[in-house]
């Protein structure tokens, strides 16, 4: 069962465990270092996660759109742990993340920056191509928007 909360509820156990699996995907497994990715937007947002004997194994953060890059509300840091992938987690998260943000937030648009090699996974939640690929931190992204409207 996914767990969706603000910053400021997450336990100590928690904040750890989410450091630990984005250093695990990012840094090690995708060799990100070129970007900090503790950059105080955190403190703002809300975080959906998946826990399996007190282990992240997958997590996404909600950015409010005040803070967001983008004129919407945002999506970000998608990770699935390795072991745990090809289970579908990944598109059940997204999907979780997308009501809370319809329903909880009242939000009916939501941009993200996809890496280009998964955006199959946010076209089936809904999302459409809104831009060309582009490089960001050495990886082709596309830029994707949803609209519940």
């Known amino acids: 069962m996914f767990k969706i909360k603000h910053f400021n509820d997450l336990t100590l156990n928690e904040l750890y465990e989410i450091a630990k699996c984005r250093y695990e995907v990012f840094a090690c497994e995708q060799k990100i270092f070129g970007e900090n990715d503790f950059d105080d937007v955190d403190k703002k947002c809300y975080h959906i996660f998946l826990e399996n004997d007190n282990n992240i194994t997958a997590y996404a953060r909600i950015i409010p759109k ?3 890059s983008y004129d919407d509300i945002s999506i ?3 990770l699935v742990l390795q072991e745990y ?6 598109k059940k998260m997204m999907d979780k993340a997308i009501d809370f943000i319809t329903s909880e937030l009242n939000e009916n648009n939501i941009t ?3 890496q280009e090699y998964i955006k199959d ?3 089936s939640c809904g999302f459409i191509e809104v831009s060309d690929v582009y490089d960001e931190v050495g990886i ?3 830029k994707m928007r949803y609209s519940s409207n």
């Not at 992938?85 to 990944?90: D, F, G, L, N, S």
């Open 66 to 68: 005040e803070f967001s």
């Open 76 to 78: 970000g840091r998608v």
């Open 85 to 90: 992938r090809r289970y579908k987690i990944a």
């Open 112 to 114: 993200l920056s996809a």
């Open 121 to 123: 996974l946010y076209l």
């Open 140 to 142: 082709p992204h596309v």
